[in-house]
């Protein structure tokens, strides 16, 4: 299996993430995610009806609670929806929080804080927050990650991206390329870069998610796993951490992971981990 965070698959993303673990940036003690997402208007409010034709909607709803059909709750909106996802949390974040994991080394957070809400539109039909931003602390930095609806102007004049925060220089990359801002430091009365500037340098080759897909035909006729950028257990690594955010966002509260146990300290983000299936569905023990 491929997991679909297909930007592992970027060249400009490799480049990038080289760079971070190269320690030219420095010191980093914060990395920013983020997905400013200015086309999304908002969802209006429209009455329940009778599924498509053709729709096995029992199907189609699995373990999700039963609820009568709403055009909002199925393709494409649906993901605005607890009951089947995790908004921009988890629909973006997981791209950008993957990226910066990956080039950090690390794959849980000590703690995590959220805070957000319908602020964009307080009256629409959907239920995920449209403002969010999500504070992770990992052993010696910082990760932000933070989402808007109805808004374009983003970190470094980017809708989207991953910025590594330095002492010597920030990286930024996004699906559209990457770069890298040095510092500046006083030598001799005048302001001087202190390492070398990257301009922004835009993805060579075919798209990232072309090449994803060819990856994984590359390991299905390899019989391969080890071959894939992104496996079953790479993949979730990145979606744990973006449900966590979702986790701190419903609790309310500044939540600390315990590593060994493999939980939270808190009985009410516990709660949260885990799945309730509904219309007869479970998860079988094997």
């Not at 029992?58 to 494409?76: I, Q, T, V, Y």
């Not at 602390?137 to 809708?159: K, P, R, S, V």
């Not at 080890?226 to 990145?238: F, Y």
């Amino acid at each position: 299996v491929q997991v679909g965070q297909w930007q592992r698959s970027g060249s400009q993303y490799d480049d990038a993430i080289q760079y971070v673990k190269s320690g030219k940036l420095g010191q980093i003690r914060l990395v920013k995610c983020w997905a400013y997402q200015g086309w999304m208007k908002p969802v209006p409010v429209v009455p329940n009806g009778p599924a498509p034709a053709g729709v096995d909607y029992d199907m189609w709803l699995g373990p999700a609670p039963k609820r009568e059909f709403n055009a909002n709750r199925f393709h494409f909106n649906f993901r605005w929806f607890w009951d089947y996802a995790g908004g921009l949390m988890t629909d973006w974040g997981v791209h950008e929080i993957d990226i910066a994991l990956y080039a950090m080394g690390v794959s849980a957070p000590k703690s995590v804080m959220a805070s957000g809400g319908k602020f964009a539109y307080p009256d629409d039909a959907s239920e995920t927050p449209d403002t969010l931003q999500t504070v992770y602390e990992y052993e010696g930095f910082n990760m932000l990650w933070e989402h808007a609806t109805g808004i374009d102007g983003g970190n470094y004049g980017t809708t989207e991206g991953i910025a590594f925060i330095g002492n010597n220089a920030t990286l930024v990359v996004n699906r559209g390329g990457w770069k890298v801002i040095p510092e500046t430091e006083n030598v001799d009365g005048q302001r001087k870069p202190k390492i070398e500037e990257v301009p922004h340098t835009r993805p060579a080759g075919p798209s990232a998610l072309d090449l994803h897909a060819v990856n994984f035909v590359e390991a299905m006729t390899a019989n391969d796993a080890s071959k894939l950028k992104c496996g079953i257990q790479t993949g979730s690594v990145a979606a744990i951490n973006a449900q966590m955010g979702n986790i701190a966002y419903k609790t309310g509260k500044k939540v600390y992971w315990d590593a060994a146990k493999n939980q939270f300290t808190d009985s009410d983000a516990n709660d949260l981990m885990k799945a309730h299936y509904h219309n007869g569905w479970n998860v079988p023990k094997v």
